[in-house]
């Protein structure tokens, strides 16, 4: 079935380190991707999204491709700041059976930690 | 300012009692959703609808109910029937429910069974 796998965290980096949170997933069709980002005890943020291969999103110096060769969607920062602490969740959307309606299936989430 | 509000915050449940999560939305947002976080893993999806009067069950539907008799809300019944319901709970909202549509969510509620 439809499935995102992401790299096992807690990350930790130093401020400035560069960032790299792997995504990897297996969808029939051609899924949306996503990344979410979760901050403690709240809702989940969009991040950015990719609609269609080779597409590349962008958002607050972050960024991930979409990869169809290689099922892949890493999420990247050239500079980490101790602000992007937080929970980031790499996700696809599918077409479900019943109706033709959209869910997301979401990975277990990746937490990052940078400290001073 | 648009968004999607969820209440309350934090609820405590004794077991054997029906307890309801509110959820709405002022985006205009055809489809809305709930899903349940547990800790270390991603979201599970519960129920979701693309219209009013419409719902389709998700993932993990047994031992909750919803309805969605206006536009703007999707309240969540969590029923006794549900065997560990301690989790925190997110609504979700998109345009139209479509494969490309982002997800919005909402703050969430802590539901704790005491």
């Known amino acids: 079935g439809d499935s995102v796998t992401q790299m096992e965290g807690p990350v930790t980096l130093s401020e400035e380190a560069f960032l790299t949170i792997n995504c990897t997933y297996t969808?029939?069709?051609?899924?949306?991707l996503f990344w979410y980002v979760q901050y403690p005890g709240e809702g989940l943020q969009l991040l950015l999204k990719a609609t269609k291969a080779d597409d590349k999103g962008s958002n607050k110096g972050f960024e991930a491709t979409y990869r169809k060769e290689t099922t892949s969607f890493h999420l990247e920062k050239g500079s980490v700041q101790v602000s992007d602490s937080a929970v980031y969740f790499c996700?696809?959307?599918?077409?479900?059976?019943?109706?033709?309606?959209?869910?997301?299936?979401f990975g277990a989430g990746t937490r990052l930690a940078v400290h001073p | 300012d648009g968004g999607i509000t969820q209440s309350p915050k934090y609820l405590f449940r004794k077991e054997g009692q029906n307890v309801t999560l509110s959820c709405e939305q002022n985006l205009n947002h055809d489809a809305m959703y709930w899903y349940r976080q547990d800790p270390g893993q991603g979201l599970r999806l519960i129920y979701y609808?693309?219209?009013?009067?419409?719902?389709q069950k998700g993932d993990i539907a047994e031992g909750y109910s919803v309805s969605r008799e206006k536009k703007e809300s999707f309240p969540l019944t969590v029923t006794s029937a549900q065997k560990n319901p301690t989790a925190f709970y997110l609504c979700a909202s998109s345009m139209r429910g479509g494969s490309t549509d982002t997800q919005y969510f909402g703050p969430g509620t802590r539901l704790t069974v005491l």
């Open positions: 996700a696809l959307s599918v077409l479900t059976f019943s109706g033709g309606y959209n869910k997301l299936i």
């Open positions: 609808s693309q219209i009013v009067n419409d719902f």
């Open positions: 969808a029939t069709g051609y899924p949306s």
